[in-house]
Nanobody
Framework: QENLVESGGGSVQAGGSLRLSCVRSSSVPRYFSMGWFRRAEGKKYEGVAGIDASGNEAYRDSVRGRFTISRDTVKRTLYLEMSNLKPEDTAMYYC??????????????????????WGRGTQVTVSS
């Protein structure tokens, strides 16, 4: 059983929009913070946005104002609304869930992997 399953990736032109979704299994505690990491080819993982169980959000500077993270507790689903996409947003996007602060999205991805859950990823490609 996969604990986190992402969907919604695709290919768009610059300026376009996409919405990513991540369904959390009942094995992942509701109180876990959740968020999105991404990794572009040849680069390291970077945290994109995180949200805690109370709905407090955090964004990396390069996506603030363009991306919106949200979660639906009843549907056990995490979302990432992405608008005004840029070629530099091209990456594999991974959903993650972990105990502790949602600000850990900007910490080590290995820490999240060790203590939390990690999805298989969904590809986002933005062409210029």
């Amino acid at each position: 059983q996969e604990n986190l399953v992402e969907s919604g990736g695709g290919s768009v032109q610059a300026g376009g929009s996409l919405r990513l979704s991540c369904v959390r299994s009942s094995s992942v505690p509701r109180y876990f913070s959740m968020g999105w990491f991404r990794r572009a080819e040849g680069k390291k993982y970077e945290g994109v946005a995180g949200i805690d169980a109370s709905g407090n959000e955090a964004y990396r500077d390069s996506v603030r104002g363009r991306f919106t993270i949200s979660r639906d507790t009843v549907k056990r689903t995490l979302y990432l609304e992405m608008s005004n996409l840029k070629p530099e947003d091209t990456a594999m996007y991974y959903c993650a869930a972990w105990p502790g602060s949602h600000h850990l999205i900007f910490g080590s991805d290995s820490q999240v992997r060790e203590f939390g859950h990690w999805g298989r990823g969904t590809q986002v490609t933005v062409s210029s």
